[in-house]
T-cell receptor
Framework: GAVVSQHPSWVICKSGTSVKIECRSL??????MFWYRQFPKQSLMLMAT?????????EQGVEKDKFLINHASLTLSTLTVTSAHPEDSSFYIC??????????FGQGTRLTVV | DAKTTQPNSMESNEEEPVHLPCNHS???????IHWYRQLPSQGPEYVIH???SNVNNRMASLAIAEDRKSSTLILHRATLRDAAVYYC????????????FGQGTRLTINP
C-alpha cells in the first residue's frame, strides 16, 4: 500500500506553546488529507478535511483558530496546535488519499502538553 | 454519515478463522463498505473494501449480504499479529470521502 509519514512520532511541549505536526504522502499525490484525534481507549475523531490549495473544512466543535491546517502541496499537510494546553494532549493521526481511492494513514503523533 | 454496528470485542484462537460482523442497515446505494484495523499506538491500516460483491485480498475476505445491510470480514487463519481493533466504515463515493470511525471491534487472539 501507499506510504504516509508523520513527523514527529511524539512530542512534549510546554503549556502555551505551539506545535506543528507534518503529514507527508511519500509515493503518491494526495488530493485530500484528513486529520484525526484519538484519546486513550477511544475511537478516532475526525477533526478536519483538507484539500490541496483550499482552506480546510473543520468538523463541528473543532476550533479552526486553535488547530491550524495547511495543505500547500500534494504531498504535505501540516497541523499546528496553537497555545497548547494539557487537554490537547492526544494521539493525532493524518490520512491521505488520491482522488476517490482508499485512504492511507500515518503512524500517528503522540502529543503531550505539560 | 451512515452508521455501522459492531460487537465491542471478540476472541479467537491462533490459526483459526475469524468472522467479524458489521451491521449497516441504513446503507445507501453509493456507500462503499471499508474495513480498517488499528494496532496499539499506530495509525489505522487499510484492510479491504467492497460495494456489492464479495472481495478477497491477501489480508482478508469481505462477504457482503445480498441486501447490503450487513457484511463480514473474514480472516482465514488468524495470527497473533492480527490482534487489533477492527473498524467497519461506510464511505459515500459521491460525498466528502471522509471516513467516520465508530467504536470498532477489539479482536483478541489466543496463542
Amino acid at each position: 500500500g501507499a506510504v504516509v509519514s508523520q513527523h514527529p512520532s511524539w512530542v512534549i511541549c510546554k503549556s502555551g506553546t505551539s506545535v506543528k505536526i507534518e503529514c507527508r504522502s511519500l509515493d503518491f499525490q494526495a488530493t485530500t488529507m484528513f486529520w484525526y484525534r484519538q484519546f486513550p481507549k477511544q475511537s478516532l475523531m475526525l477533526m478536519a478535511t483538507s484539500n490541496e490549495g483550499s482552506k480546510a473544512t473543520y468538523e463541528q466543535g473543532v476550533e479552526k483558530d486553535k488547530f491550524l491546517i495547511n495543505h500547500a502541496s500534494l504531498t504535505l499537510s501540516t497541523l499546528t496546535v496553537t497555545s497548547a494546553h494539557p487537554e490537547d494532549s492526544s494521539f493525532y493521526i493524518c490520512s491521505a488519499q488520491q482522488g476517490r481511492t482508499e485512504a492511507f494513514f500515518g503512524q500517528g503523533t503522540r502529543l503531550t502538553v505539560v | 454519515d451512515a452508521k455501522t454496528t459492531q460487537p465491542n470485542s471478540m476472541e479467537s484462537n491462533e490459526e483459526e478463522p475469524v468472522h467479524l460482523p458489521c451491521n449497516h442497515s441504513t446503507i445507501s446505494g453509493t456507500d462503499y463498505i471499508h474495513w480498517y484495523r488499528q494496532l496499539p499506538s499506530q495509525g489505522p491500516e487499510y484492510v479491504i473494501h467492497g460495494l456489492t460483491s464479495n472481495v478477497n485480498n491477501r489480508m482478508a475476505s469481505l462477504a457482503i449480504a445480498e441486501d447490503r445491510k450487513s457484511s463480514t470480514l473474514i480472516l482465514h487463519r488468524a495470527t497473533l499479529r492480527d490482534a487489533a481493533v477492527y473498524y467497519c466504515i461506510l464511505r459515500d463515493i459521491q460525498g466528502a470521502q471522509k471516513l467516520v470511525f465508530g467504536q470498532g471491534t477489539r479482536l483478541t487472539i489466543n496463542p
